[in-house]
């Protein structure tokens, strides 16, 4: 890889021409590739601008930011002004008013327009205009990983979440180095997830991957880098996937195949020099009759597996007739330790509940009276209000409470909830309240069935032999022997007698001891 992957270590602030992830509200995410100029010629003055429910954000805001950042939103003319690339591209005609000329009229002089790094592509827009903080609405900038790809990306087929996927990647073993075979590719979540947990810092076009992103070095290509073959039976999804997967700087990693592994396995096409077989030591098989591709995992030959380990597996299905048949498929096959779970994950969510007049106005609080004084308050407050009211209609004066004066006499709704918003900014509002928690009423993730086996490795005579060598030539057959079954305590105290005081001889015999 000519350049790090963002999924794999991300850089310390956002870059032009790099994907990032607008993290919205809890589940809201839209991924978007930083772009420097309009590349979709849309005729924003701004430049490229990021459109969303809670708000518009210029790209030129967005590049340069620490990752975490809270950006604000924007006034951005999301109407007719400087839409002339938006037409050209559809072949329109421009109305009138969205002429050029009428454009230069509205826009602020020369003098106020900074040139950002780069130039718009839209002809009619030669510089992008500076962004105007909005009064209302923001984001928070995350960098790429597979937990907020899997919650932004767009969705192709049902996908596999990260309760799913961070359990069954566990419970194949994939650690760095780890060659790993998914069938069922789809949108593409676990594999973003595998690529990241088998990646050790080398890859297999010769290049190892140095701390500093800056640096690369150049030796010959690795067999300790870890794999994802990826098996898509529908072509276009393939080459989307594909495309993501190069967009992302993962290709180095993963291996994105378009094959029917029912009828044709999981043998590669091309095989290289460098990789000539898969050897795969963990499968995943995301398909609707997995036992149809179970033959092709087996010993022998031209197997896909890596005959010298056990090879660990798992089948996601949603349907318990699915179950039933990839079990059956197992057992005649010869995997073991069989067996199947279902993931039911709840988020719980952590907060302060804040109760109190003092919280009118304010969002996700109980503003109700907190205790008695607090609703008394509030009553004498209504009763003045309607006396005040009344008043001005008659000539009577009215009755004046004492305790009004203490509370401050009456001020009006909207001048009530402006001294509260001006007081809450000197207010450390993460320390007050009650710290609370409640779990989710709605499971959100994706319920299906897991079904996890294991295929020892391949044992032939010549394996057994030399098992059998080894435990023959032990030091002490006496350990083993059926004819003397004596004990190892009995056995050191025998040597420790035999030895008549040299430690030397007895601990050597202790190590031998220990060994057997």
Not at 43 to 58: C, D, H, L
Not at 72 to 89: C, F, H
Not at 425 to 436: M, N, S, V
């Amino acid at each position: 890889m000519s350049n790090l992957s963002p999924f794999l270590q991300p850089t310390s602030v956002t870059r032009p021409d790099a994907l990032a992830i607008l993290h919205l509200k809890r589940d809201l995410l839209t991924p978007t590739v930083l772009r420097t100029h309009d590349d979709e010629q849309l005729g924003y003055a701004e430049g490229k601008v990021t459109t969303t429910r809670y708000g518009n954000y210029p790209h030129t805001t967005l590049i340069g930011q620490p990752w975490g950042s809270q950006i604000k939103a924007s006034l951005v003319d999301t109407g007719t002004r400087g839409r002339a690339g938006l037409y050209a591209a559809n072949g329109k005609k421009r109305k009138r008013h969205d002429s050029p000329r009428s454009r230069q009229e509205a826009s602020p002089p020369a003098q106020d327009i900074e040139t950002i790094a780069h130039h718009s592509t839209s002809p009619d827009v030669p510089h992008a205009k500076p962004a105007v903080p909005a009064p209302t609405g923001f984001c928070h900038i995350l960098p790429p990983t597979p937990e907020t790809w899997t919650a932004s990306l767009p969705h192709r087929t049902q996908v596999v979440y990260t309760p799913d996927y961070s359990y069954i990647l566990q419970r194949l073993r994939v650690a760095p180095g780890t060659r790993l075979v998914e069938a069922g590719a789809g949108s593409g979540s676990f594999t973003h997830a595998a690529a990241r947990a088998v990646f050790n810092g080398e890859s297999h076009d010769s290049t190892t991957i140095s701390p500093d992103t800056s640096s690369h070095e150049f030796p010959t290509a690795s067999t300790k880098a870890g794999k994802v073959w990826s098996f898509e039976f529908h072509e276009q999804r393939a080459r989307k996937l594909d495309a993501e997967i190069q967009e992302h700087g993962l290709q180095g990693i993963v291996t994105v195949t378009h094959r029917d592994v029912y009828e044709d396995g999981f043998t590669l096409d091309n095989p290289s020099s460098a990789n000539p077989c898969i050897n795969a030591s963990a499968v995943f098989l995301d398909l609707p009759a997995p036992w149809m591709a179970l033959p092709h995992l087996t010993r022998g030959p031209s197997s896909p597996l890596n005959p010298s380990v056990s090879v660990h597996l798992c089948t996601f299905s949603p349907c318990i007739e699915q179950v039933q048949r990839t079990v059956s498929a197992l057992r005649s096959l010869g995997w073991l330790e069989i067996e199947m779970v279902e993931l039911s994950a709840h988020r719980i969510e952590v907060r302060r509940d804040r109760v109190g007049l003092q919280e009118e106005g304010l969002p996700g609080v109980n503003a109700s009276p907190a205790n008695v004084e607090e609703a008394i308050g509030r009553l004498r407050e209504v009763e003045g209000r309607d006396r005040s009211y009344h008043h001005g209609k008659t000539s009577q004066p009215p009755v004046e409470d004492p305790a009004d004066e203490a509370a401050g006499k009456y001020v009006s709704k909207q001048q009530r909830l402006q001294n509260i918003r001006e007081a809450q900014t000197d207010r450390k509002l993460y320390k007050e309240g009650r710290l609370t928690h409640r779990s989710e009423s709605e499971l959100k993730t994706h319920t299906s069935y897991l079904v996890f086996a294991i295929l020892p490795r391949a044992w032939t005579d010549e394996d057994e032999r030399q098992a059998n060598a080894r435990v023959s030539a032990g030091p002490l057959n006496a350990v083993n022997s059926r004819d003397n079954p004596t004990s190892k305590r009995q056995m050191k105290r025998d040597a420790k007698e035999q030895a008549g005081g040299n430690k030397d001889v007895e601990m050597k015999t202790a190590r031998q001891l220990n060994d057997t």
